[in-house]
T-cell receptor
Framework: EPEVTQTPSHQVTQMGQEVILRCVPI?????FYWYRQILGQKVEFLVS????????KSEIFDDQFSVERPDGSNFTLKIRSTKLEDSAMYFC??????????????FGAGSRLTVL | QKEVEQNSGPLSVPEGAIASLNCTYS??????FFWYRQYSGKSPELIMF????GDKEDGRFTAQLNKASQYVSLLIRDSQPSDSATYLC???????????FGKGTTLSVSS
């Protein structure tokens, strides 16, 4: 079964450092998403990406965050200068984006970010 | 502000019973609703989605949607200990837009 692949599974970084989280969405999916989940809290939407541009973003997704699709398969989330409160599980997801089941998101296993 | 509300639980049911999970949403424009299951430390997995008012059944699971009341529910029949997890309700405005998740309801099924 097709799956969304995320790397790294766990990253520890010092406050102020830049972090890049990587994702390989399912190949025929058109929409890509980043969500985060702080320990014990709800899954929060960060950003969606379609046709090589951001289609929607939340208030959380400020200037410290950026997304990129550098090639035909990878989708990345960059945090420029990490803060303690960025510690969370970051989930990448993708969806077909059309027709019935358009919003059915398939999630990757997640990247746990720990900021010290 | 689009919000999805769930009772965090825990909801405890004995094995074989029916578990009923509920969710309300604030945005009347929301068109589609999703139930995901999340085991501790894992990513959300889709259980089922529903677009139309009424019931939708898939095996032991039944999703119910009432757009007039802005209410979504999930029934799990013949609950099993392996169903013990957090159940996330999510809504979306239209195709391709972000899913907005509730906090989730923790279900515990005792054998």
């Amino acid at each position: 079964e097709p799956e969304v692949t995320q790397t790294p599974s766990h990253q520890v970084t010092q406050m102020g450092q830049e972090v890049i989280l990587r994702c390989v969405p399912i190949s025929n999916h058109l929409y890509f998403y980043w969500y985060r989940q702080i320990l014990g809290q709800k899954v929060e939407f960060l950003v969606s990406f379609y046709n090589n541009e951001i289609s929607e973003k939340s208030e959380i997704f400020d200037d410290q965050f950026s997304v990129e699709r550098p090639d035909g398969s990878n989708f990345t989330l960059k945090i420029r200068s990490t803060k303690l409160e960025d510690s969370a599980m970051y989930f990448c997801a993708s969806s077909v984006g059309q027709f019935s089941g358009a919003n059915v998101l398939t999630f990757g296993a997640g990247s746990r970010l720990t900021v010290l | 502000q689009k919000e999805v509300e769930q009772n965090s639980g825990p909801l405890s049911v004995p094995e074989g019973a029916i578990a009923s999970l509920n969710c309300t949403y604030s945005d009347r424009g929301s068109q589609s609703f999703f139930w995901y299951r999340q085991y501790s430390g894992k990513s959300p997995e889709l259980i089922m989605f529903i677009y139309s008012n009424g019931d939708k059944e898939d095996g032991r699971f039944t999703a119910q949607l009432n757009k007039a009341s802005q209410y979504v529910s999930l029934l799990i029949r013949d609950s099993q200990p392996s169903d013990s997890a957090t159940y996330l309700c999510a809504g979306a405005y239209q195709a391709g837009t972000a899913l907005i998740f509730g906090k989730g309801t923790t279900l515990s099924v005792s054998s």
